[in-house]
T-cell receptor, first 111, second 114 residues
Framework: EDQVTQSPEALRLQEGESSSLNCSYT??????LFWYRQDPGKGPEFLFT???AGEEKEKERLKATLTKKESFLHITAPKPEDSATYLC????????????FGTGTLLAVQP | DGGITQSPKYLFRKEGQNVTLSCEQN?????MYWYRQDPGQGLRLIYY???????QKGDIAEGYSVSREKKESFPLTVTSAQKNPTAFYLC?????????????FGAGSRLTVL
């Protein structure tokens, strides 16, 4: 069964305290892995797409990496404005190119 | 600016009533989607559409209906047959269905059944 699991469910950091969020997946025919950021009461906002193992992408304090079984979202020296829920989604092949979403990691960065 | 507009942002419904959630996009995207988000669960696909006058069921289509009469619009009706409709509903669009597409999401509509 295709599955995406994110950990931890919630993470509290002090401002400047770097950490990583994990997204592990068991799917057939991976076409892409996506990271989104979601603020409370709003729609998800796109961050990164990764296509193959070994690929890395960066944006400000965020860096996403991909292996054959998991992806990490590294947050370096976070600020309070980085507080949000981070969603991982995997797109698999086939007729529908279906997206499978994880349940998200709720990140709180305290000043 | 291009984007997706969902309305209303908040909606209250009595049991037994149908309600329709609006979704409009000005991104010229072919594909549109409806997702449902519940606490502790990942986004789940309700319906999606690749072109005008065509749409397919997602994983949880029971109790919902959609139409795609215009490229820009993809309204979702939550019918009285949906047993647990209280949720946060998200509309999204993408340039096309095939390939690894980035979804653009609307701000969501929160439906509460009284």
């Amino acid at each position: 069964e295709d599955q995406v699991t994110q950990s931890p469910e919630a993470l509290r950091l002090q401002e400047g305290e770097s950490s990583s969020l994990n997204c592990s997946y068991t799917v057939s025919g991976l076409r892409g892995l996506f990271w989104y950021r979601q603020d409370p009461g709003k729609g998800p906002e796109f961050l990164f797409t990764l296509y193959s193992a070994g690929e890395e992408k960066e944006k400000e304090r965020l860096k996403a990496t991909l292996t054959k079984k998991e992806s990490f979202l590294h947050i370096t020296a976070p600020k309070p404005e980085d507080s949000a829920t981070y969603l991982c989604a995997v797109q698999i092949g086939g007729a529908t190119n279906k997206l499978i979403f994880g349940t998200g990691t709720l990140l709180a960065v305290q000043p | 600016d291009g984007g997706i507009t969902q309305s209303p942002k908040y909606l209250f419904r009595k049991e037994g009533q149908n309600v329709t959630l609006s979704c409009e996009q000005n991104l010229n995207h072919d594909a549109m989607y409806w997702y449902r988000q519940d606490p502790g669960q990942g986004l789940r696909l309700i319906y999606y559409s690749q072109i005008v006058n065509d749409f397919q069921k997602g994983d949880i289509a029971e109790g919902y209906s959609v139409s795609r009469e215009k490229k820009e619009s993809f309204p979702l009706t939550v019918t009285s047959a949906q047993k647990n409709p209280t949720a946060f509903y998200l509309c999204a669009s993408a340039p096309r269905v095939s390939g690894a597409n980035v979804l653009t999401f609307g701000a969501g509509s929160r439906l509460t059944v009284l």
